[in-house]
């Protein structure tokens, strides 16, 4: 048993085959913090249907605690109608995640029973979200697990408002991470220098 490895372990890189718009293997090289501001930050551009959703997608899809389909709209004909996945992390661990036969939505993952539900969080790349409340309380584990992979893409960001039952229920901690967050800090006072700007302007009103 690895005991003495660490709870947490960056990701180095995804690998992504065959997977919407990747017919060929493409590596997308995930930036390690060393401790500096921002370093540990990927930032993803590029055009429309560049295939930054899907490299979201293809995390989601590692992210499952029991292997997901890779359903026929999902996979990319001219990589052979099958879809390989690899995430590396590291310590050196990679991560696998492929189709078992070509033409065919079943998945297998390698090494078998890897579960890296706990280490990966990703949201849903749209940003609409339903504005009901639910009563559920979700922590973040529960929340990443219950999204799933659906097939189709869904336009709502679904369960979103139940976890902030969670920040009432201890808001002095939540409170604590707002502050720690340093970009939070930033935006703030980005944030004052308008309305420092806004008084002075409205102080020349008559
Ligand atoms: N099964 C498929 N085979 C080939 N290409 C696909 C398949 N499914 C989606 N695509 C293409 O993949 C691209 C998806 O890009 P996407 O990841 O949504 O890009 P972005 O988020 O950067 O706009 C689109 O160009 C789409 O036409
Ligand atoms: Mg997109």
Known sequence: MPSAQPKWSMFEWIRILGLRGFAKS??????????ADG??????VGA??????????????????DPPSFTQ???NKYAGDRVKLVLRRAD??????????PRTSETKLSPQHTNLSGQLFVLPSRRVFSPYFGRNS????????SLGFPAVRTSNLDQFSSRLFEIQKNRAAFDAVM??????????????QP???ASGVSALRP
Request: overall charge positive.
């Open 73 to 75: 709209g999902r996979r």
């Open 26 to 35: 493409q590596r997308l090289p995930l930036a390690i913090p060393n401790g």
């Open 138 to 145: 979700f922590n973040r584990a529960t929340f990443m697990a």
């Open 179 to 192: 502050a720690d967050c340093s970009m939070m800090q930033r935006c703030s006072s980005i944030m004052n």
């Open 195 to 197: 309305l420092k700007a």
């Open 48 to 65: 429309n249907n560049a295939g930054k959703s899907t490299a979201i997608e293809a995390l989601r899809a590692l992210n499952q605690a």
């Open 92 to 101: 050196g661990l990679e991560v696998t995640l492929e189709s078992q036969q």
């Open 39 to 44: 370093s540990g930050l990927t930032i993803l």
